[in-house]
């Protein structure tokens, strides 16, 4: 079966420093593979997305970027955070779903605090 | 392009009554419908889809949805509500070409 990691769990970071979250799926092959935010009480705002190695789409303008240097491993980043950066941060995957479409799931998320 | 609107950031119930979460969508094409479910501080975990084939969609927990496309809707309803259903719930929608957009959520509260 399936699975998806998140690290860390939790980050606290000060304002203008870097960030590197980290995101793994296990038991599938060239996933599509996503990165969302969710802010304190709001919905949820895609980042980027990826179909495949070192293919990257950016979603929003913002300070972050994203990377995916292996089949099952995407990363996000940025060289200096920004006290907005703060919130809820998801990663998915997703497989094609029989009749069409594809279907996401998601992994268990880290919390950043920027202060 | 394609938006959900769900009715109501929060919903209230006692425990034992009917859940009704509704959620309309738009699209230009024959929609898939999600709905998710997030417990705090946690992912969100996939409650049911419907893609073709029959209408009422049956998921985890007891819950179901009925895609009507004369109304553009996709509610999810459960018969009986129970503590352990507080939680906030998403609605999403995607077609063959294009990623899920979703809804702002409804958050579920269960009280005694």
């Known amino acids: 079966s399936q699975t998806i990691h998140q690290w860390p769990a939790t980050l606290v970071q000060p304002v203008g420093s870097p960030l590197s979250l980290e995101c793994t799926v296990e038991?599938?092959?060239?996933?599509?593979l996503y990165w969302y935010r969710q802010a304190a009480g709001r919905g949820l705002q895609l980042l980027f997305y990826?179909?495949?190695?070192?293919?990257i789409s950016s979603e929003v303008p913002q300070n972050l970027s994203a990377s995916r240097p292996q089949d099952r491993q995407f990363i996000l980043s940025s060289k200096k955070l920004l006290l907005s950066d703060s919130g809820f941060y998801l990663c998915?995957?997703?497989?094609?779903?029989?009749?069409?479409?594809?279907?996401?799931?998601f992994g268990p998320g880290t919390r950043l605090l920027v202060l | 392009a394609q938006s959900v609107t769900q009715l109501g950031s929060h919903v209230s119930v006692s425990e034992g009554a009917l859940v009704l979460l509704r959620c309309n969508y738009s699209s230009s094409v024959p929609p898939y419908l999600f709905w998710y479910v997030q417990y705090p501080n946690q992912g969100l975990q996939l409650l049911l889809k419907y893609t073709t084939g029959a209408t009422l969609v049956k998921g985890i927990n007891g819950f179901e949805a009925e895609f009507k496309k004369s109304e553009t809707s996709f509610h999810l309803t459960k018969p009986s509500a129970h503590m352990s259903d507080a939680a906030e719930y998403f609605c999403?929608?995607?077609?063959?070409?294009?990623?899920?957009?979703f809804g702002t959520g409804t958050r579920l509260q269960v009280t005694l």
């Open positions: 990826s179909v495949g190695i070192g293919q």
């Open positions: 999403a929608v995607s077609d063959a070409a294009s990623k899920l957009t």
């Open positions: 038991g599938t092959s060239n996933p599509n």
């Open positions: 998915a995957w997703s497989v094609l779903t029989s009749g069409g479409g594809e279907t996401q799931y």
